[in-house]
């Protein structure tokens, strides 16, 4: 195993290279990663604004915004930007997240500059008409329905979250509440697009077959022009420290119940240096591939959970959770499965996690790392969640080094800290019975984050 792991690194330290940044004088940030394998390239452009920054009443403007950014320009019709990328052989989309919205294309090299042309124009000639939003916050009420109010899962996990954190913005889903999107107006995001979508609030990230120097006159051409703007960045509430364990219960129709258990912790920053590698290594003991223990004690040995999710994200604008999540089996108990998640975590508050279980933990989470970075999409997305969260980049580079430092002690140590009962928020599914007819939609899958 350590020569399997050492092998694994060395593969890793080899594919290394440069980034290389500038920033313009407008305030946009600009980040090029080469990799020469084939002669494409990935451009994203990220823009720090997210759920995260919505008040109350406007929950899902950010979602939103990032669907109108398809529908045309002072220059471009509805569509026309993505019929142009396909044009050029090339891919695109966005997505919009807690903490950022992005939007990205993949293109052979020789077409990046269309990239940035049609970037830069909607970054501030935005149509936004009334007509078009009236269209489509139709499509997002109805992508509302479909991914969650008709998947009882989903319901569950908005429940948990809403209940989870008590004033923090990440109580409210990334879609919105259907009420907000019903009072919605096409003024409103206007505002939001004048707030928030200027070059000084965003970070361009390229990663292919490219030249930083290239990347970077291209840039100074589209985007330089693109004036600063102030941008006026709310106060997000900070979350109150939980003092006793919070409960709350779904009714659904759906085949099995389903169990979702949430403990405050930090995530990474600069004055916090080990604490989040320590809790993702914790994550790792309880649910890192089929040798971890909740697949192996849980699942397969005692039956009792046909699925186990564990999930922790250490980058983050605000602080997060660490969830664990699952189905019983059929014929078990959710009880039973709540008892199971409770005493692994007692496990690893009370005894150190082995020698033996820490390599073959840090062996997996490099040679994940090593088998993701064959992407120059997931390269990118690395680039641009720390430039967006304020983090290092030297950390795309470093993450898997600070993890191999882990201790046993200090695993225990975190879940000594903050895996404790007054820290904790249970959510549980109990489902009502199908209706002849009524669509199922099985529960599971790590749908909080």
């Known amino acids: 195993m350590q020569r399997t792991f050492l092998a694994i690194l060395a593969l890793l330290m080899s594919?290394?290279?440069?980034?290389?940044?500038?920033?313009?004088?407008?305030?946009?940030?600009?980040?090029?990663?080469?990799?020469?394998?084939?002669?494409?390239?990935v451009s994203q452009i990220w823009y720090k604004v997210g759920s995260i920054d919505e008040p109350e009443g406007l929950t899902g403007i950010s979602h939103a915004l990032e669907h109108m950014m398809f529908k045309g320009t002072a220059r471009l019709k509805p569509n026309e930007f993505s019929q142009l990328i396909?044009?050029?052989?090339?891919?695109?989309?966005?997505?919009?997240?807690?903490?950022?919205?992005?939007?990205?294309?993949?293109?052979?090299?020789?077409?990046?500059?269309?990239?940035?042309?049609?970037?830069?124009?909607?970054m501030q000639n935005l149509a936004l008409s009334a007509e078009e939003f009236a269209k489509e916050i139709q499509v997002v009420m109805e992508e509302r329905r479909l991914r969650t109010e008709d998947q009882p899962d989903a319901v569950l996990g908005e429940k948990f979250m809403s209940v989870t954190y008590e004033k923090h913005s990440y109580r409210n889903p990334i879609i919105g509440w259907m009420s907000d999107l019903e009072r919605m107006k096409v003024e409103d995001l206007r505002r939001w697009y004048a707030r928030y979508y200027a070059p000084n609030n965003a970070t361009l990230v390229v990663v292919g077959d490219v030249k930083p120097s290239e990347i970077f006159a291209l840039s100074e051409k589209y985007f330089g022009p693109v004036p600063r703007r102030a941008v006026s960045a709310p106060a997000i509430p900070p979350e109150p420290a939980q003092t006793q364990e919070r409960r709350t219960r779904v009714a659904a129709p759906a085949e099995l119940p389903h169990i979702i258990l949430g403990y405050h912790v930090p995530v990474l920053t600069r004055d916090n240096e080990w604490e989040p590698y320590a809790l993702a290594v914790a994550a790792g003991v309880l649910d890192g591939g089929n040798a971890a223990r909740l697949s192996r004690e849980v699942v397969r040995e005692r039956r009792i959970?046909?699925?186990?999710?564990?999930?922790?994200?250490?980058?983050?604008?605000?602080?997060?959770?660490?969830?664990?999540?699952?189905?019983?089996?059929?014929?078990?108990?959710?009880?039973?499965?709540?008892?199971?998640?409770?005493?692994?975590?007692?496990?690893?508050?009370?005894?150190?996690?082995?020698?033996?279980?820490?390599?073959?933990?840090?062996?997996?989470?490099?040679?994940?790392?090593?088998?993701?970075?064959?992407?120059?999409?997931?390269?990118?997305?690395?680039?641009?969640?720390?430039?967006?969260?304020?983090?290092?980049?030297?950390?795309?580079?470093?993450?898997?080094?600070?993890?191999?430092?882990?201790?046993?002690?200090?695993?225990?140590?975190?879940?000594?800290?903050?895996?404790?009962?007054?820290n904790l928020t249970v959510s549980v599914l109990d489902p009502l019975p199908i209706k002849a007819g009524q669509k199922s939609v099985p529960s599971g899958g790590a749908h909080v984050h």
């Open 15 to 41: 594919g290394c290279a440069a980034i290389h940044e500038k920033t313009l004088d407008n305030g946009l940030r600009v980040i090029v990663k080469e990799d020469h394998r084939s002669p494409v390239m």
């Open 86 to 122: 396909a044009e050029q052989g090339g891919r695109e989309n966005a997505f919009t997240s807690y903490d950022y919205t992005a939007y990205y294309q993949q293109l052979e090299k020789s077409r990046m500059s269309i990239s940035f042309e049609l970037e830069a124009d909607r």
């Open 305 to 422: 959970a046909a699925t186990v999710n564990v999930d922790y994200t250490p980058i983050a604008r605000g602080a997060n959770l660490f969830v664990l999540e699952g189905t019983p089996s059929q014929g078990r108990r959710i009880q039973e499965l709540e008892q199971a998640f409770r005493a692994q975590i007692a496990r690893l508050r009370e005894e150190l996690v082995s020698e033996q279980e820490l390599r073959r933990i840090k062996a997996q989470v490099v040679a994940q790392d090593v088998y993701e970075r064959d992407s120059m999409y997931y390269q990118a997305m690395q680039l641009g969640r720390l430039a967006t969260i304020g983090l290092d980049l030297s950390l795309m580079e470093d993450y898997s080094k600070h993890l191999q430092n882990v201790t046993a002690e200090q695993v225990r140590a975190v879940v000594r800290k903050y895996l404790l009962d007054t």
